[in-house]
């Protein structure tokens, strides 16, 4: 016995674990790589800002930056360069390489991960959103959610709080957005994270939500552990939200974070400016990287906040970023949606004053009325906007009660109201929509009845759904009226989509296949034309044509056929004179020529597009608009079954799997109802060739693909029958068919039924039933019997004894007769007539074995399928039965060489006693058609696999046994025969029975054995001792002896039993199914052989030979296994196919619907809608009973005073009193939406005068609300700003000129005096022109003259500034020339004036106002002034 190693090595381990550690190598110096790029750019391109003079502040040891002495730098302590200065944040802050990035870790469950960056506030938007995107690998997002509010901690209603978080993921989850907050764990922030956190913790999916910090590097507390000149991967950050202070923590649900460094800490707010700048950057960018114009849109997420949050959301708004505020979160959330929908009238500082008290509660005391009076304003401004403005109301009760659903209307109602219009703006919200795949909001907001869609106006968006893996989206737009026939009636089209599949098998098959063909391509015409490389590389139809039929199998003809100009591969080659439309080398056969052009389906296009790709869900949806679905999904399931086979991925070939047995389900399903509703149209589909699958059949796509439940169908196995029994009725016993075999003539007498005489029969009944109503009616009926039918003619006596021997049972049962007598023959000579000179039954014997060898060369190179000698061979040696063939012919050749020559004439004999066993198995195939003994027999080929298996084990015990026993007891024996008697042929008998009597010294018998070894008739005797008796130990043989038994006879044996059930057990629910499959081509053999039986079929076999190959007659088309149908009877069939897939469809869905878990979840969520329900009336009621007791109790006090009034007026006796209050009474059932629908129309000509900012300037108007514009209302506070652009300053301090006086804005104040930016004080006259002409000569459409302004980006009328209306503006002498100036000028008098008044311009102040003159000129076409414009144009 060797010692124990424990550290021994096996060479096999070693070398896999010196792969595994290489490969970590590896792993590791690639991510070292990675790290050292990604941080050599971020020190290039991120820096932060630090304090570079060092000034104390309020106390002695901390700077005016805010960082203490200890934060410096030894060079800013004692600056040289600022000697003398005072600290200035422009000045004495400079930017540095930034020192804190990486990832970040928060520990605690889950051990959150996140990525971070410290980052200057002047660091380009672009910079940072290369360090999102490319750094750290997030995709471009489809939408941007900036979620504002407020910063402190703050209380949401649990249901508002469930329905923001949920709302906000899915819309994120959804979409692809990014969700953009201030980063910390506070307020808004919080909220937001919590909704990260909660979807991470019950989401299983892989996709993470992207929710992006910008926060101020200067208030993070504990800020120190994320700084590391290398980076921190990762660091670990402490969340203190007790030690925090005024600093804040880092939210530790968010994923990453930009810290924005100004130099300075403890200032909150550093970050507004570049959070603003890298949303604006990033709603600049493409959505989906692609050039079309639509860009990523922005939407604003309000949920409390303060002032700074008004200011935040005007600010968005004023650049078009539509905001959605929640109301009942809080503060100005809340009051904004409270005056939303209001009309502007009563929108007025006091309402304002009285909403601030109420939601803002203690701060209220601390707010100026000067910033309640811009608040109003810019509250004004914004509820004007009422289509960039969506307020979500937990109260309403509707079917959105969504916050994902309220932001993506949001963003759909700004982008109505864009310069886009018509088409192209519904055109830009579907886009969008498909790009954050929100089929709802597309039903309910884009395909309304308002909209009618043309196909093609949606092929875009179809391209864009199946590029995206959007099937939902394909769905919907199929329903809204997509075709197929024309989306993909140009092949570029399913050419693109080809060329854009995903990642998957059929693609890296695909680039194989065209990177081949360009290659050989290149080669073949090398000498002819120069090919540069990398060019042509590109994917055909061709390409994709062989790679399915690779797939299919090359029975199939190419599905797109190839273009004349091509030879499988794109080359761009100038000499084209030569032809390359030869098809791959080693096609089976050339395309038909009526089938130049392959029938297209585009239904079979995207099917076969979305199947090589493994989608189910789209693949669905194509297969329900197939025109031949049932050979759809049979060629769907073979496709997918050769892909799962040939793939080296396991997960995705399981996936595959599932799918082809999925598709395997539906064709089952179809042919179902087929043949329930009509048997032979059912039989029609099974054989016909489909011209959209490459001209194969239902019946042979199931047999390739190995679809044995669909062949196994009652259906299928009734046309098998059929074709088994050929013309004869499948009802007839066998006894009668065997009988008639043999006396023919009784076929004549009605002792065969015929199948054609069962047709008469049913017609002739038939038309007896349809008379015998006729007669009992009165009326003529007519029925849709087909017309072929009536006019066939019973047999004739030739054609019934044809039919008969012609019939596969018949051919069948015959060849039985002839192997059995083949047998006896083989048995005789080989028992009674086997002589040195053959006897002419040996001879017969040698020719009916050739007539057996013509069959099976016969069967090997016949091919009506199409397959190909290769594919023919491969299926012929798959067959077990072929397999005895071969090797009873190879040793009947070897046994019949040997009998021939005198020396190995015995031998030969041997050899052909083999082979008569051989011959004998081969006769098991005879039972495979029996229903009862051909499963069986599948059974017993299962069993022998288990019992080599069984063998190999009982081997072991056999060999270890015998060489123990045969060692004790024969001493050195080198006879090798009795060597393995001893050990192996010996202990294989024990197990059955035979008992050895040499290991006992009772039955010993020296006479029975030889001493020396030397007689080669006996074994050698045992080792004897003194007495001559055996020495071996007796007792230790007997044991031996015991322990194999136990072990070989009951533990082994008892084995084989138990794994023979089992076997039995798992085949036997399917042998029925696999012998049912198998039987197709037992059916198919003998339906294509000959009739005669062997030794006769070889004059068959000489006719075929000399038909075939001598004559080159075309083979003879069978039509029982694939017919061709006429197009009338195909488009027929097909549309009653397509009515079962539809009656197939609905069965499924409705036991879908019916199912227990389908029930149980329609149950589970009616209540949960039931008590969202009932907790929405409990606080609505709640809400409206707090509302109805403050009405009692002001209407309370009310009556009191009137009351008190009537005491005082009866005390004094003056009835009249005055003064007495006015009791007004409010119904309880009057709502804000009625006061909303009784307001007036408010006046909006007055409204860009009074924007804040005035324009080209820095300057900011005096906010004036809408109920202070009036020159008659009193405004106190008014205190406006001066300004006239010629003065060189925006802001003049002292008292107002008196001229100003004289001149007032018409429409009011505007918040700001002086001229502005006009010319002159008072009214700034303009003149527009619009010059019209009609555009032919039927005065349908009228045209008018449009320039670019360049100062505003748009087109405008021609026009400008005038001193009298009687000319046109000097400036257009510019636009125009002189010349055609001129000649307008002079027919302004003659022109028509549509419009003369004051203009609503942002330059108006209180005391310079522009009004204009729009002034109309009608040219005729034929002017010699329209040909001057025309010239200028």
């Known amino acids: 016995m060797l010692p124990k190693f424990e550290g021994k090595v096996h060479p096999q381990q070693m070398i896999e674990q010196l792969q595994q550690n290489n490969l970590q190598l590896n792993q590791g110096i690639s991510c070292f790589k990675k790290r050292c790029t990604f941080v050599t750019w971020i020190r290039e391109s991120i820096h932060k800002r630090e304090c570079c ?61 996140g990525k971070y960056a410290r980052v200057s506030t002047d660091t380009s938007s672009e910079i940072l959103y290369q360090l999102l995107t490319e750094q750290w690998k997030l995709s471009p997002p489809n939408l941007l959610i900036s979620v504002t509010g407020g910063a402190k901690n703050f209380y949401l209603k649990a249901r508002l709080k469930n329905m923001f978080h949920r709302g906000l993921i899915k819309v994120a989850q959804t979409t692809g957005a990014w969700i953009i907050t201030g980063g910390t764990h506070t307020g808004v922030m919080k909220h937001v994270g919590q909704a990260v956190r909660d979807y991470t913790l019950s989401s299983s999916m892989q996709n993470q939500v992207v929710a992006i910090g910008v926060a101020t590097w200067g208030i993070i507390h504990n800020r120190d552990t994320l700084v590391h000149s290398e980076g921190c991967f990762p660091a670990h950050y402490l969340m203190d939200i007790k030690g925090q202070g005024r600093l804040s923590c880092l939210d530790n649900n968010h994923t990453h974070f930009l810290l924005v460094d100004d130099g300075t800490q403890g200032h909150y707010g550093v970050e507004i400016e570049l959070r603003s700048r890298l949303e604006k950057c990033i709603s600049g960018k493409c959505l989906g990287n692609k050039e079309n114009g639509v860009t990523i849109p922005v939407v604003c997420v309000v949920l409390d906040g303060g002032p700074g949050t008004l200011n935040t959301i005007y600010n968005a708004m004023l650049n078009g970023t539509p905001c959605v505020i929640l109301e009942g979160s809080g503060r100005i959330a809340d009051v904004i949606a409270q005056v939303a929908g209001l009309p502007m009238t009563q929108v007025t500082i006091t309402l304002i004053h009285q909403l601030m008290k109420k939601f803002f509660g203690q701060e209220y005391k601390n707010f100026p009325d000067l910033s309640i009076i811009e608040w109003t304003k810019k509250i004004q401004d914004i509820i004007r906007m009422s289509h960039l403005l969506t307020v979500f109301r937990v109260s309403e009760d509707n079917h959105n009660q969504d916050v994902d659903v309220a932001i993506l209307q949001a963003l759909l109602k700004a982008s109505r109201t864009s310069e886009s219009l018509g088409i192209e703006c519904w055109k830009r919200q579907l886009e969008l929509a498909i790009a954050w795949n929100r089929v709802d909001i597309a039903e309910t907001e884009i395909f309304t009845e308002e909209n009618q869609w043309k196909s093609s106006d949606l092929h875009w968006a179809m391209f864009s759904a199946l590029v995206g893996n959007k099937p939902k989206f394909v769905s919907l737009l199929l329903e809204n009226g997509v075709s197929l026939k024309d989306f993909l009636q140009d092949v570029e089209t399913l050419c693109k989509l080809y060329k854009q599949l995903p990642g998957c098998f059929f693609l890296r098959k695909l680039a194989k296949r065209v990177h081949r063909s360009c290659c050989s391509g290149k080669r073949a015409f090398t000498r002819r034309v120069r090919v540069p490389s990398g060019q042509g590389e590109m994917i055909t139809m061709t390409h994709v044509s062989d790679e399915v039929r690779h797939l299919l199998g090359s029975f199939t003809q190419p599905l797109y056929p190839p273009s004349p100009t091509t030879n499988h591969f794109n080359m761009a080659m100038e000499d084209t004179s030569i032809s390359l439309s030869k098809s791959e080398a080693g096609s089976p056969a050339p395309l038909r020529e009526d089938n130049a052009e392959a029938q297209r389906d585009p239904g079979r296009d995207l099917f076969l597009w979305a199947v090589v790709q493994n989608n189910k869900e789209l693949a669905e949806i194509a297969w329900e ?57 059912a039989q029609k589909l099974l054989v016909r060739a489909s011209p959209f699958w490459g001209r194969t059949t239902c019946l042979r796509l199931a047999l390739e693909a190995d679809a044995k439940s669909f062949v196994a169908q009652s259906g299928v196995q009734v046309l098998l029958t059929q074709i088994w029994c050929g013309e004869l009725s499948v009802v007839n016993p066998v006894w009668r068919v065997l009988i008639c075999m043999v006396f023919f003539p009784l076929i004549f007498t009605g002792f065969l039924v015929f199948r054609r005489d069962e047709v008469i029969h049913r017609e002739t009944e038939k038309n007896e039933e349809i008379q015998t109503v006729e007669k009992v009616t009165g009326s003529s009926l007519r029925t849709n019997s087909r017309g072929p039918l009536q006019h066939l003619k019973p047999l004739g006596s030739w054609s019934r004894l044809v039919c008969l021997y012609s019939s596969p049972q018949v051919k069948f049962y015959w060849n039985i007769v002839s192997y059995f007598a083949f047998l006896f023959l083989f048995a005789v000579v080989l028992m009674i007539d086997f002589q040195p000179t053959p006897s002419a039954g040996e001879v017969l014997l040698y020719i009916w074995l050739l007539s057996l060898v013509c069959e099976e060369v016969r069967q090997l190179f016949h091919d ?62 005879i039972f495979t058609i029996s229903r009862t003994l051909g499963p069986k027999i599948i059974i017993v080929k299962r069993m022998m696999m288990d019992m080599f298996f069984f063998m190999f084990l009982l081997s072991i015990w056999v060999v270890a046994y015998g060489v123990a026993k045969q060692g004790i007891l024969i001493h050195n024996d080198n006879r090798l025969d009795w060597i393995l008697r001893g050990a192996v042929y010996e202990p294989y008998l024990i197990i059955f029975g035979n008992f050895p009597t040499n290991i006992d010294n009772a039955g010993f018998d020296i006479n029975s054995c030889s001493m020396t070894g030397t007689n080669p008739l006996k074994p050698k005797c045992p080792v004897l001792n003194e007495n001559q008796t055996p020495a ?42 696999i012998w049912k499959f198998q039987r197709y081509e037992l059916i198919k053999e003998y339906h294509s052989r000959p009739a005669a039986p062997p030794p006769f079929i070889i004059f068959s076999h000489l006719y075929l030979f000399i038909r075939n190959v001598v004559l080159c007659r075309p083979p003879i088309i069978c039509k029982e296994f694939k017919n061709k149908l006429l197009q009338i009877e195909e488009d027929e069939l097909l549309s009653w196919e397509a009515l079962m897939k539809d009656r197939y469809l609905l069965s499924t869905q409705q036991q879908q619907s019916q199912s227990m878990e389908r029930r149980i979840l329609d149950t589970a969520q009616k209540v949960g809608t039931i008590a969202d329900r009932l907790e929405r009336e409990e606080e609505t009621s709640s809400a409206d009973t707090i509302k109805r007791l403050a009405r009692l109790e002001e209407q309370v006090v009310q009556s009191a005073k009137a009351l008190q009034w009537i005491v005082d007026s009866l005390k004094s006796q003056e009835f009249a009193a005055k003064g007495a ?80 006086d004289n001149y007032r804005n018409p429409k009011g104040r505007t918040g700001i005096t002086g001229r502005g930016a006009l010319s002159h004080l008072g009214p700034n006259l303009n003149v527009d022109l619009v010059l019209t002409r009609w555009q032919d000569s039927k005065r349908s459409v009228l045209e008018y003259l449009a320039v670019w302004d360049e100062s505003q980006g748009n087109m405008a009328l021609p026009g400008g500034p005038v001193q009298s209306a009687d000319n046109l503006p000097v400036t257009l002498k510019r636009t125009m020339g002189k010349k055609l100036y001129e000649k307008l000028n002079a027919k302004v008098s003659k022109g028509t004036k549509v419009f003369e008044g004051y203009v609503d311009d942002c330059r108006n102040t209180d005391n310079a106002w522009v009004e204009t003159t729009i002034l109309n000129i009608h040219l005729e076409r034929t002017s010699r002034t329209m040909e001057d414009i025309n010239n200028m144009v």
């Open 864 to 925: 009506p399928d199409g397959f190909g000698f290769r594919k023919k061979a491969k299926m012929y040696i798959n067959d077990l039965w072929n397999i005895l063939d071969v090797l009873s012919t190879l040793l009947f050749i070897v046994g019949l060489a040997c009998r021939l020559t005198t020396e190995l004439f015995y031998a030969g004999k041997i050899f052909l006693c083999i082979d008569f066993v051989v011959f004998c198995l081969r006769l098991m195939a």
């Open 1221 to 1300: 209050p006015s009791l007004s009474i409010t119904s309880t059932d009057e709502s804000p939406d009625t006061l909303r629908n009784t307001s007036e129309k408010e006046d909006v000509s007055h409204v860009n005068a009074r924007q804040f900012h005035y324009p080209n300037s820095k300057l900011t108007r005096f906010p004036v609300p809408e109920e202070m514009v009036p020159w008659k209302v009193s405004f106190s506070s008014y205190m406006p700003s001066y300004y006239a652009s010629e003065d060189g300053g925006d802001h003049v301090d002292g008292s107002e000129s008196e001229a100003l």
């Open 1032 to 1073: 071996f130990p007796e007792w230790l043989t007997i044991i031996m002896l015991c322990v194999y038994l136990l072990f070989a006879n009951i533990l082994l044996l008892n084995l084989l039993i138990a794994i023979f059930n089992y076997t039995f057990q798992e085949v036997q629910d399917n042998t029925d199914r």
């Open 53 to 113: 003079f060092f000034e104390k502040g309020v106390r002695e040891d901390v700077c005016k930056c805010g960082y203490s002495k200890t934060d410096h730098v030894d060079e800013a302590i004692k600056p040289e360069d600022f000697t003398g200065e005072s600290w200035d944040i422009y000045r004495h802050i400079h930017e540095v390489p930034t020192d804190a990035f990486g990832d970040v870790s928060f520990g605690g469950l889950g051990q959150k991960m």
């Open 625 to 681: 608009q197939c025109r031949d679905c049932m050979s759809a999904a049979l060629a769907a399931s073979k496709i997918l079954k050769k892909m799962a086979e040939e793939g080296s991925d396991a997960d995705e070939a399981e996936e595959m799997q599932e799918l082809a047995n999925h598709y395997e389900k539906h064709a089952i399903g179809v042919f179902s109802e087929c043949h329930n509703s009509d048997e032979e149209r």
